[in-house]
């Protein structure tokens, strides 16, 4: 199995068109942070958790592999703009787009992007709902999605054998503890320094992981506090920041 950070930056990238750069320095590539997704490959299945802005141009840089499933953590603008490249790209394929998300987050789906998720262009997708903390299956692989509060709201984290993925979460249910016991490796979001409403601050985050004591967590969602040269130097043995195009073998 392999994992590829697409992108790790939060909701306004990094740079910005308001902030630039603010506190990480330019010169490091590293720093260049487009909207949170991942892609999951195992053998010829690949999975893909969101569909942020830059979802076009991510896939493009790893090749544009052919697409099985996109699993949503929620449908913040940030997570879901770029649903319609999907789309086109399933046609394409010739075969079915199977795409997973709670029922909540695909009313907003519809909602927002109405044509996308429109009868005409469903022929080109499977919907499945899914259910928090109830396993389903992707072409063998399974899946448990994990209840977390993000905010005010709520977002799905997932956990895919020895593997978790867990961005814009705050807290979590006493059930979303007990999926992630035994976790070898870790994709925490991690947005700042200092304390967010929505987010896990550095701090939180590196308590998190004293908690489920996984072998590798690799901090993504990062904002533009978040140095990646001054991460990389200060955090503990087992902890990295993200970067665009990092890729993981577990």
């Known amino acids: 199995m392999k994992v590829t ?34 892609l999951l490959e195992e053998g010829d299945t690949h999975i893909l958790f969101d569909t942020g802005p830059e979802i076009r ?16 953590t929620h449908a913040h603008y940030d997570h879901i703009a770029a649903a319609e490249d999907l789309h086109s790209y399933a046609r394409i394929q010739g075969k079915h787009l199977e795409v997973y998300a ?7 789906l519809r909602r927002e992007l109405p044509y996308v998720f429109s009868p005409k262009y469903r022929q080109a997708m499977n919907i499945h709902y899914i259910q928090y903390h109830k396993p389903f299956q992707i072409r063998g692989l399974e899946l448990t999605p994990i209840l977390q509060h993000h905010g005010s709201e709520l977002s799905v984290g997932y956990r895919i ?27 925490l979001g991690c947005v700042s320094v200092n304390e967010n409403a929505k987010h896990l601050s550095l701090k939180e985050a590196l308590q998190w992981i004293k908690r489920i004591k996984p072998e590798h967590t690799y901090l993504t969602h990062l904002g533009s506090k978040m140095d990646y040269k001054t991460l990389k130097n200060t955090l503990p043995d087992g902890v990295e920041p993200c970067y665009d195009g990092l890729t993981i073998k577990l």
């Open 5 to 38: 950070i697409l992108g790790c930056g939060p909701s306004y990238g990094v740079p910005s068109l308001t902030r630039g750069y603010d506190m990480v320095d330019p010169k490091e590539k590293k720093n260049v942070r487009t909207r949170t997704a991942l």
């Open 57 to 72: 141009e991510q896939l493009l840089k790893v090749g544009a592999p052919p697409i099985d499933a996109i699993c949503y």
């Open 102 to 108: 709670t029922r909540h987050d695909l009313c907003i």
């Open 161 to 187: 054998g020895d593997f978790a993925y867990c961005t814009d979460v705050k807290s979590l249910e006493p059930e979303g503890w007990k999926i992630l016991k035994g976790v070898k490796t870790w994709v």
